[in-house]
């Protein structure tokens, strides 16, 4: 078997297992897409689209953090626990084919999520915006979806099985709420307002709102950078926790 099928088959087996699993796959595409029908567009105020607008983008960033985060820290907290993850380590199988998979299966999930706010926004919202608007918001989020994989990752390789869900839980909703993704960061106190420039989830809002000119004026280098050193943080850290791992068990 040539190295792109292993690929190919270890991304599809992902996927499948994953989307056998109601109570995984309910939550991450009805909750963001609920969440936005009654606060984006039940709650908008009369007359006007730029409040149903600006939570299209804040809510979509909300629904694609979930499935990478939780994907990615249950799974391999599990298959660790379960001893799969060495004895993928043991096969012929490159490690970067079952890391791969997982951000495959998180991109998917995304790209649904992103298909039903887009389509919610658009039939219920009445958001109009350009074409390349559209498709800018929706590659944005797609590559967003990177820093939160990695935290899921790190999250897997550090926590038990059981741990892992209530952690990722306790790190999830506080980062969606004090990132400004559920209401407008402006409605915040003053300290937490502050306190959104730690999350990556803030940052990856302000890129997209930025597309639309809604956005509270940062430069969009700065956004650019905080993502760009976050992920190349986490990335370190998990080589770093991997090799540990994979130290320990040899």
């Known amino acids: 078997m040539n190295t792109l099928a292993i690929y190919q088959k270890e991304a599809w087996y992902d996927l499948i297992s994953v989307w ?14 609920v969440f936005y029908l009654f606060f984006g567009v039940l709650f908008s105020p009369s007359g006007s689209t730029s409040h149903a607008v600006y ?12 499935p990478a985060m939780f994907n990615f820290a249950m799974s391999i907290a599990s298959d660790r626990a379960q001893g799969w993850l060495t004895l993928k380590r043991l096969s012929p199988m490159p490690v970067s084919a079952y890391l791969l998979a997982k951000m495959a299966t998180s991109l998917v999930f995304a790209l649904f ?15 109009r915006l350009y074409h390349s608007q559209w498709l800018g918001l929706a590659l944005l989020l797609l590559l967003g979806t990177v820093p ?24 999830y909703l506080p980062m969606a709420f004090l990132s400004g993704l559920w209401l407008p960061v402006t409605m915040l106190p003053q300290f937490l307002q502050q306190l959104a420039w730690l999350w990556p989830s803030y940052h990856l809002s302000q890129l997209g709102l930025k597309l639309l000119a809604l956005d509270q ?10 993502l760009l050193v976050t992920s190349t943080v986490l990335t370190l850290l998990c ?10 068990k040899s």
Do not use: W
Not at 148 to 171: E, Y
Not at 239 to 247: A, E, I
């Open 148 to 171: 939160f994989a990695l935290i899921g990752l790190l999250l897997g390789l550090t926590l038990s099985d059981k741990a892992a869900p209530g952690v990722v839980n306790l790190l």
């Open 239 to 248: 080589l770093l926790v991997f090799r540990r791992y994979t130290g320990a």
């Open 113 to 127: 999520i992103i298909l039903l706010l887009f389509s919610a926004a658009a039939i219920f919202g009445e958001v």
């Open 20 to 33: 056998r699993t109601p109570g995984f796959v309910l939550p991450a595409l009805a909750f963001p897409l």
């Open 55 to 66: 939570m299209l983008v804040t809510y979509s960033c909300f629904g694609i953090m979930g």
């Open 217 to 226: 004026g940062q430069p969009l280098l700065l956004h650019l950078t905080i």
